[in-house]
Every structure is written in C-alpha cells, then in structure tokens.
C-alpha cells in the first residue's frame, strides 16, 4: 500500500505523554477527497485527521501517529475524555449517504491492520466518531459496514442471542464504552441513537429487547477496560 504525506499543521503532542490506544473513524461530508485534504491541512480550519482514504483507495497521511491530529473533538470513550490524545483518526472521503468504495475499504483494512499491529490496539477499540460523540457526530454513518471489519478482526460485532441477561442499559453501555454527552436531558435516547447508528441502522421506536441485548453481549464479550472487568 502506498501511502502519501500531505502534512497538515493542524497538529501537536499528545497531552501527558499519552500514547495512542483508540482508531477513530470518520467520513469527510465533503464533495471530494481532494477538498477535504485542502480543509484538513489548511490552518483556518483547525482540524486534521491522521489519514484520510479516497474512494479508489489512495491513503494519504497528513499527522505522524506519534503527534495528536483535532479529528474528535468533544466526547468519551470509557474513562477517555481527551480522545485527540489517546486516538489515530481515519477520515473516508465519502459524504455519507452512499455506500463506501470496495478500493476504499481494502485500504482502510490494510491500513488498520498495520496501526493495531504497531500501537497493540484490540478490535474493541476501533470506534466511530458517532460512537465517542453520540447526537453531535453520526459518523461514519449507517452505510459504513462495520460487519466487514468484525469479520477480519479490525472491530466488534455482537450477537444478542448469545448476551446474557441483560441488565441496566446505561451501566452495560458505559462497560461498553458508550457515554452520554454530558448534561444530556434523556441518556438512554443518546446511547440507543448511537447504538442504533452502528449495529442496527434500520431500527426505530423505544430501547427493546435486541437493543438491550446487543448492548449486554458488547459489555460482556467486549468491554472497553478488560483489565478492570476482569479486575
């Protein structure tokens, strides 16, 4: 795989000598891949990523991995609420609403294969930005298959017929990783939404059962701190 720089100078270190154990992955929102590089290396717009994928599969690497890129922004994952410090962001030129190129998701595994490797991050921890940030951020968006990932070990899928009882939503969502934004007027809504985002697009109404289940089967099989769940 190739991979082109295009620094960007929208970057700087990792905030208490933070290393990165989070992939945080975006879609761009933008018409093209070649506007969305302009935006994420001009220093107006005080953003970047530390990739970003075209639709025929070109990567371009705007911030070393080593140095923390703005891509997150406000949110929680677990106990990380500084996720530009703790995470590698992937934008996807893609503006949301249509399907990701095959070329596009050959160079996203092969690219994630190689980050997980070199910084030791396990598939749990392989995020979407509506995952960390649920009702501000959505994506990388319902046409994102997550499933495909799940499948060669790069994220986590879950099977609700194989979830214990479940118990309280929220407390199996924050073992999960799922936070609510702070101050938020309805909680449970928030989390469901970005549940539903990721693992059951196609899903409207009240929290149900599948819901419920989905949620007990990621805590159990998959929480965000495996070390103090086993603690």
């Known amino acids: 795989m190739t991979i082109l720089s295009r620094p960007s100078p929208n970057c700087g270190p990792r905030r208490g000598g933070a290393r990165p154990d989070l992939v945080v992955i975006h879609y761009t929102a933008m018409g093209t891949a070649a506007a969305a590089l302009d935006r994420l290396c001009d220093p107006a717009a005080e953003v970047s990523a530390h990739y970003l994928i075209c ?3 070109q990567v371009w690497q705007l911030v ?11 949110g929680r994952w677990g106990d990380v609420t500084d996720v530009n410090s ?3 962001g992937i934008e996807l030129a893609n503006r949301g609403d249509h399907p990701f190129a095959a070329a596009q998701m ?10 997980m490797a070199r910084w030791a991050i396990p598939p749990e921890r392989v995020i ?7 009702l501000r951020k959505s994506d990388p968006g319902s046409r994102f298959d997550w499933r495909r990932l799940a499948r060669r070990g790069l994220s986590v899928w879950p099977d609700p017929a194989a ?3 479940a118990g309280d939503f929220l407390d199996d969502a924050a073992q999960a990783g799922f936070h609510p934004p702070e101050g938020c007027a ?4 928030a989390v469901l939404t970005a549940l539903r985002l990721r693992f059951r697009p196609q899903a409207a109404g009240a929290l149900d059962a599948v819901d419920r289940a989905i949620m007990a089967d990621l805590a159990r099989r998959f929480p965000v701190d495996r070390a103090r769940a086993t603690a």
């Open 163 to 165: 979830a214990p009882t």
């Open 186 to 189: 309805d909680p449970e809504a």
């Open 106 to 115: 050959d160079a996203l595994e092969a690219l994630l294969a190689r980050i």
């Open 128 to 134: 979407g930005h509506s995952d960390m940030a649920p």
């Open 55 to 57: 639709a025929q599969g």
């Open 64 to 74: 070393d991995e080593a140095q923390r890129a703005w891509h997150a922004g406000a």
């Open 86 to 88: 703790r995470s590698i």
